[in-house]
């Protein structure tokens, strides 16, 4: 039975890869403790696991496949734990070591990007699979980090010529235009989100020779009309504050030998009153076209820290909440037909940046 107490153990033979489980302070244990609901403890170079059966051959799992990695020269530390252990419970037939064959190698000095869920998995096969790839979904499920990651991976093995980030350049509720400076200068507030995520996967040295030879650019929205992109790796991040007319402008810059992933959080969208949203028509209309994929996230695959989850939920009920009256009250103006597609009421909210 699943729910009857079992214990299991696992002997360590490497005292390096015994000292990688157990510090500092014993966090990643800990970790594997809470995510799996398991007792886990260490005595000499065993660590003993007890608990519900389920829960014991989970942890059981998990400790087995980080000992094999780190023996490898792999590294595991605390901040995979959540996530790996969530997908390992959803497909038992998994396992750490098939997680990472979906790792993203975007340098030789840099550890692989790692997708941490089944939906981001699906999400990086998708962009290898399509010229073009919808990433919906909450601030933090790594829709944009894991775009950047293929990006940067693309251009580095010479699969692409250039690598192009835009955004739309949407105040999130406050107003930037007494900046001082050019428009280079006043639109750099809304990109640095993309110059820091490029950074975190590239050199700062790599990254600026890529940009002086106009390999990497970084650009406003607007930018992009009257282009063709050829043999480039285009991301449009932010696209819930791109316009229904903007979208259209954008998906039809796609050029010969290119792709284009588009990134956004309809529940964050910063557009004014009365302006017809891009992303979700475009979801609408282009779903089901052969070499485009949708791939949607939920708050179960948010990968920052852990008490954002609650805060995407907390604010998807007080949405949820916000909607019904509205819905109610459209019913009645419409004497009591059923309502449309009524969203709940835009009010600002905080910007996502990169996972």
């Keep these: 039975m699943s729910g009857a107490r079992q214990n299991a153990e696992l002997e360590v033979h490497d005292t390096a890869v015994l000292m990688s489980l157990t510090t500092p302070n014993g966090r ?36 087995a496949d980080a000992v094999e990695l780190l023996s490898k020269g792999v590294p595991v530390g605390p901040q995979d734990v959540a996530s790996a252990i969530r997908s390992l419970r959803d497909d038992p037939g998994s396992s750490l070591t ?23 998995r699906d999400y990086v096969r998708c962009i290898r699979d399509s010229d073009l790839t919808f990433g919906i979904g909450p601030a933090g499920t790594g829709k944009t980090y894991l775009a950047m990651a293929m990006a940067a991976s693309a251009l580095t093995q010479r699969q692409v010529k250039r690598v192009i980030l835009t955004r739309p350049a949407v105040e999130a509720g406050e107003r930037l235009g007494f900046l001082p400076g050019d428009l280079a200068e006043k639109v750099s507030p809304y990109l640095r989100p993309l110059y820091d995520a490029l950074n975190d996967m590239l050199e700062f040295d790599k990254v600026e020779q890529l940009r002086e030879r106009g390999q990497i650019e970084v650009a406003p929205l607007a930018f992009m009309r009257g282009r063709t992109l050829n043999n480039a790796f285009v991301i449009l991040d932010e696209a819930q504050n791109a316009t229904s007319e903007q979208m259209r402008m954008f998906l039809t810059r796609l050029g010969f030998g290119s792709k284009a992933v588009v990134t956004g959080d309809v529940t964050q969208t910063d557009l004014p009153p009365g302006a017809r949203p891009g992303l979700k028509e475009a979801e609408e209309l282009l779903s089901g076209i052969e070499g485009i994929s949708c ?17 995407v939920v907390a604010y998807e ?3 949820q909440r916000r909607a019904q009256p509205r819905a109610r009250r459209a019913s009645e103006a419409r004497g009591g037909a059923e309502p449309a597609d009524v969203a709940p009421a835009s009010e600002p909210e905080a910007d996502e940046g990169s996972a």
Excluded: Y
């Excluded at 244990?29 to 003993?48: P, S, T, Y």
């Excluded at 550890?111 to 941490?116: D, E, T």
């Excluded at 791939?295 to 805060?311: E, G, N, S, W, Y």
């Design 317 to 319: 009920r007080s949405d």
């Design 98 to 120: 098939s997680l990472l064959e979906d790792g993203i190698m975007v340098g030789a000095r840099r550890r692989a990007v790692v997708p941490k869920s089944r939906a981001q």
């Design 295 to 311: 791939c949607r996230f939920t708050d179960a695959d948010v990968v920052r820290h852990p008490l954002v989850q609650k805060i």
């Design 28 to 63: 990643l244990l800990e970790e594997v403790a809470r995510c799996a609901r398991a007792q886990v403890d260490f005595r000499g170079n065993k660590i003993l696991v007890s608990g519900e059966g389920a829960n014991v051959e989970l942890a059981r799992r998990f400790l």
